[in-house]
């Protein structure tokens, strides 16, 4: 019987419904709560589940789009075995599950149910769920949730439902921003029109992005890209946008997901801040989208494959299926920030900058040591404020002592906290002490350091030249720093410096032993794992 195209278009309609009421209602409940325990064995044996309707039923058929998963497992695979290890803690475990993360990607490239347990693995006990993964980590889900309907339901399943499922997820994350900024004025459009993005080079530059560039550059640099901010804006807000309409053609979709990867990179030249997996996952995609074959993904693209997306994407939005991140504030040009810094045993001095703090390399390039400063904290990462008032004073204050100190007063909040204090002091000696001794900081030999797999907080210069592991080093000095930059003059300004604490180490000669540390970083969370 020939499937007319009303028919073509319910069975994707039912496919996408059928997958995301899975992905929110099993794969991803269970990937929670198999993250959190980090069990990966228990996660072995959910995973064998579906084995035993494999001998019964027949494979789906995802096509190219089975190549893009391939993809993303290899690269989180790179990014899992590859980080630091934490050196707190014991090697022997961490080695292990570096190891069966990469035994499981290679079982899940031929056997998706493989995909639960390394995801149990990569979200749980190597810590992977955090922001910058998340996107090609819904991918997967999504993915392993039409994999197991498809199953069950069989050949009703489309590979078109596949396409618009993970267009979907991919493209939310970019929706989802723009709702955000569109709530921030008192007009849906007061971002567009009032922010003054260039206020964020500025801020990045101050934090420790580029700082190889010379001040008098970058100012230059500020000087001429100001003029575009609004153009900027609208059209970041185009690009956030179009995933809305996106399918309304193939072309339209991979233009698309070619753009957001651009945006991406322009980001990550603006901020420091690289999302460079969700531009590898969403070139990956617009390949294989690229390879599909017209017959078999017609309903995937028109009118009705854009009203299916949009209901998805919206829902997403409103946190009722995945929860992409709320992106949206105000530029200022002010940052409040803490820096540690090394001496090492022959007197020399270096910046530890978050790079060498791999496996925490997000939490040192973000806000982290707040809680050892009893100063207010008047902005989020990189000057960032939720309150335009708040951002104009900030810029007109032109780095006026007295004006920060009154608006720190007002809007600020002091983040003081001993235990926290206490408890980062500890790991910082411990980590240190057991580097001096000779514990190796990650699984790669000096020599191949250069595959490790890339950061995304690119705060990886300041004052001083970064330190990385040249000598033992014998004191660790924390500081806090607030620096402007004047909007007026395009003067970078250091306002404040002085040191919060100072850790006095035993060099190898004369202590090889480790201090102990309860538990591993007071800059990781737990680790969790939502929708």
Same mark, same amino acid.
């Given at each position: 019987m020939e499937i007319t195209p009303l028919q073509s278009s319910l069975d994707t309609a039912v496919t996408v419904l059928a997958v995301v009421v899975c992905y929110r209602f099993t794969v991803s409940p269970a990937v929670r709560a198999l993250a959190q325990r980090s069990r990966a064995l228990r996660a072995v044996i959910y995973a064998a589940v579906p084995a035993v309707?494999?001998?019964?039923?027949?494979?789906?058929?995802?096509?190219?789009?089975?190549?893009?998963?391939?993809?993303?497992?290899?690269?989180?695979?790179?990014?899992?075995?590859?980080?630091?290890?934490?050196?707190?803690?014991?090697?022997?475990?961490?080695?292990?599950?570096?190891?069966?993360?990469?035994?499981?990607?290679?079982?899940?490239?031929?056997?998706?149910?493989?995909?639960?347990?390394?995801?149990?693995?990569?979200?749980?006990?190597?810590?992977?769920?955090?922001?910058?993964?998340?996107?090609?980590?819904?991918?997967?889900?999504?993915y392993l949730a039409w994999f197991l309907v498809a199953l069950l339901i069989g050949p009703r399943m489309s590979a078109s439902?596949?396409?618009?499922?993970?267009?979907?997820?991919?493209?939310?994350?970019?929706?989802?921003?723009?709702?955000?900024?569109?709530?921030?004025?008192?007009?849906?459009?007061?971002?567009?029109?009032?922010?003054?993005?260039?206020?964020?080079?500025?801020s990045a530059y101050s934090w420790g992005w580029a700082r190889f560039l010379r001040a008098d550059t970058v100012s230059r640099v500020l000087r001429g890209v100001r003029i575009v901010d609004r153009p900027a804006n609208f059209l970041t807000v185009a690009i956030e946008l179009v995933g809305l309409v996106a399918f309304l053609d193939r072309r339209l979709l991979i233009a698309a997901l070619i753009a957001t990867a651009l945006f991406n990179l322009a980001v990550a030249l603006a901020s420091g801040i690289l999302f460079w997996e969700n531009i590898c996952a969403n070139i990956a995609l617009a390949i294989a989208i690229v390879l599909l074959p017209n017959q078999?993904?017609?309903?995937?693209?028109?009118?009705?494959?854009?009203?299916?997306?949009?209901?998805?994407?919206?829902?997403?939005?409103?946190?009722? =299926?995945?929860?992409?991140?709320?992106?949206?504030?105000?530029?200022?040009?002010?940052?409040?920030?803490?820096?540690?810094?090394?001496?090492?045993?022959?007197?020399?001095?270096?910046?530890?900058?978050?790079?060498?703090?791999?496996?925490?390399?997000?939490?040192?390039?973000?806000?982290?040591?707040?809680?050892?400063?009893?100063?207010?904290?008047?902005?989020?990462? =990189?000057?960032?404020?939720?309150?335009?008032?708040?951002?104009?004073?900030?810029?007109?204050?032109?780095?006026d002592p007295d004006e920060l100190r009154t608006l720190k007063e007002t809007y600020g909040r002091a983040q003081t906290d001993q235990a926290q204090a206490h408890e980062h002091i500890a790991f910082l000696t411990t980590m240190f002490t057991r580097l001096n001794a000779g514990t190796p900081k990650g699984p790669l030999p000096p020599s191949l350091r250069h595959l490790k797999a890339p950061g995304g907080?690119?705060?990886?210069?300041?004052?001083?030249?970064?330190?990385?592991?040249e000598e033992p080093v014998r004191r660790i000095t924390i500081r806090y720093q607030e620096r402007c930059y004047r909007p007026g003059t395009g003067d970078f300004v250091l306002l404040t410096d002085h040191t919060v604490e100072e850790i006095e180490l035993l060099t190898p000669s004369t202590d090889r032993r480790s201090t102990p540390c309860a538990r591993s970083s007071s800059t990781a969370e737990p680790t969790s794992e939502s929708s």
């Open positions: 309707l494999l001998a019964f039923r027949p494979l789906p058929e995802p096509g190219p789009l089975r190549w893009v998963v391939v993809f993303v497992v290899t690269l989180l695979t790179w990014q899992g075995i590859t980080s630091d290890y934490d050196v707190t803690q014991p090697l022997g475990p961490q080695r292990h599950d570096k190891l069966l993360l990469l035994l499981l990607a290679a079982a899940s490239c031929l056997w998706t149910p493989a995909l639960l347990p390394w995801l149990a693995v990569y979200c749980g006990k190597l810590r992977g769920w955090r922001h910058h993964a998340m996107m090609p980590l819904r991918l997967l889900k999504a439902g596949l396409l618009l499922v993970l267009g979907c997820v991919s493209l939310s994350h970019y929706v989802k921003p723009t709702w955000s900024k569109a709530r921030l004025g008192p007009r849906p459009w007061s971002w567009a029109w009032h922010n003054r993005t260039h206020y964020l080079v500025a078999g993904y017609e309903t995937a693209f028109g009118w009705t494959a854009v009203l299916i997306a949009s209901v998805v994407i919206l829902l997403s939005v409103a946190d009722l =299926l995945w929860q992409p991140w709320h992106l949206g504030w105000w530029d200022s040009p002010f940052t409040a920030r803490i820096h540690w810094q090394v001496e090492t045993v022959s007197g020399a001095e270096f910046g530890l900058y978050n790079n060498y703090m791999c496996p925490y390399e997000r939490e040192f390039g973000r806000v982290l040591g707040y809680f050892l400063t009893t100063e207010p904290i008047v902005h989020g990462h =990189l000057g960032i404020v939720w309150d335009q008032q708040l951002r104009d004073r900030l810029a007109q204050s032109n780095g907080q690119l705060y990886y210069w300041g004052d001083l030249p970064p330190y990385r592991g």
